[in-house]
């Protein structure tokens, strides 16, 4: 669904942008090669703000392939070989929407964890990146329809179960980490530990291994 660009957008947050991670590229394991047991596979998540008709709205889609087809979620996706967390969140929102964001206009919020008992190959852990300024029109992609949602009414019923638990976090523009267990069948949550501050070491270096090598 085509929406408005950078025009409507705020300045970035400095104090979100202090907490960027460190500019090292994480190990990512090759494509299509499974994580070693115990792995979390390194993915990154953008959320994209702007204000429009007087109100604040954030950018989420409709996923229409992959994992989580038919759910709605957040721009990003998987790192590449070589990729930094912040290059990866450049790169899958301008494949995703077609909007165009600058590193430096970044802000880091934290860590999530999403760990699947029954389905280990699926375990993530994502960067979560906010950003107020960017360019150009949101358009449909081959993995996404973008929509502008009020921040204050997101559309829970087409997310993850899991979302409730940090979402808000990111909606408030607050630091934070969170870990998340999913149930026997993957869909609903297990348990969900969320704490108001981001993970990892006073540049967001994670502290946790992310990948065990490839």
């Known amino acids: 669904m085509p929406s408005s660009g950078g025009s409507a ?40 703000f702007r204000s429009a008709a007087g109100r604040r709205e954030v950018l989420l889609g409709l996923k229409h392939q992959g994992f989580g087809t038919g759910r709605i979620v957040a721009l990003g996706g998987k790192l590449e070989p070589g990729e930094t967390p912040a290059q990866a969140a450049v790169r ?35 960067w979560i990146f906010t950003a107020d300024r960017f360019t150009g029109d949101a358009g449909l992609s081959d993995e996404i329809t973008p929509e502008w949602f009020p921040v204050t009414a997101p559309p829970w019923d087409g997310m993850w179960e ?26 609903g949550v297990a348990s969900a530990s969320v704490s108001p501050d981001r993970a990892g070491g006073t540049d967001g270096t994670p502290e946790r291994p992310i990948a065990q090598g490839t």
């Open 92 to 126: 899958e929102v301008a494949e995703e929407s077609g909007l165009l964001v600058e590193e430096a206009d970044l802000g880091f919020l934290g860590e999530v964890t999403w760990d699947f008992p029954a389905n280990p190959a699926w375990n993530m852990r994502a």
């Open 9 to 48: 957008a705020l300045p970035p947050d400095p104090l979100l942008s202090d907490r960027m991670p460190s500019a090292s590229a994480p190990e990512v394991p090759a494509p299509g090669e499974p994580l070693p047991a115990g792995a979390f596979r390194p993915v990154v998540l953008c959320f994209l």
């Open 162 to 187: 899991d979302a409730a638990h940090w979402l808000p976090r990111v909606l408030a523009r607050e630091p934070f980490s969170a870990d998340i267990v999913l149930d026997a069948h993957s869909v």
